[in-house]
């Protein structure tokens, strides 16, 4: 992504996005693209109202935020999406800003130098992968911690809640095959 001002993501012979890297990756218009260019937390929710330049998202009872140019559902079924480096793990009852899901657990914790990889099991099943930078070359956090994930809603995208969210995940073995 670093070679071209403009880029386009393809699938199957077909335009998915084009734009700048920072507009694909920052904002994707679907699943495809979102898991294409990078992991994503995709977690299901619908649109439960607007505020203002801000729509409201219900996810599994917490309400959460995102700007109205960030969201490319086409009714009130969608997907919020969060990269893993926009999160932020506090423990419970710590004040926090922005959105946030409670009732996390960390399930795993992978030290690989710049940053920490967490695994966190939000209570509806979900696992969410968290990035954290490593300030001081230790993980606040270990397997087991009762903690929130927090961002920035300007850091949210919304997709169409009827898409695979698998989609662009991985190369399919079939596409590997030599002709």
Known sequence: MTMADTIAVMNEGQIEQMGSPADLYDNPETAYVANFLGQSNLIKGSISGNDGDSLVVDVYG????????????????TYAGI????????????????????GGHIEDVSYIGVST??????????ELMVFEQNDDGVAPFKKGD????????TFTFALRGDEDVTAGSQIEPEALDEE
């Open 62 to 77: 917490q309400k959460i935020s995102l700007p109205k140019n960030r969201s490319h559902a086409i009714d009130n079924s």
């Open 83 to 102: 990269r893993p480096e926009k999160f932020r793990i506090s423990l419970l009852n710590t004040p926090t800003r922005g959105n946030l899901l409670t």
């Open 117 to 126: 990889q967490y695994q966190v099991e939000m209570p509806w099943g979900q």
């Open 146 to 153: 009762a903690v929130n994930i927090s961002w920035e809603p």
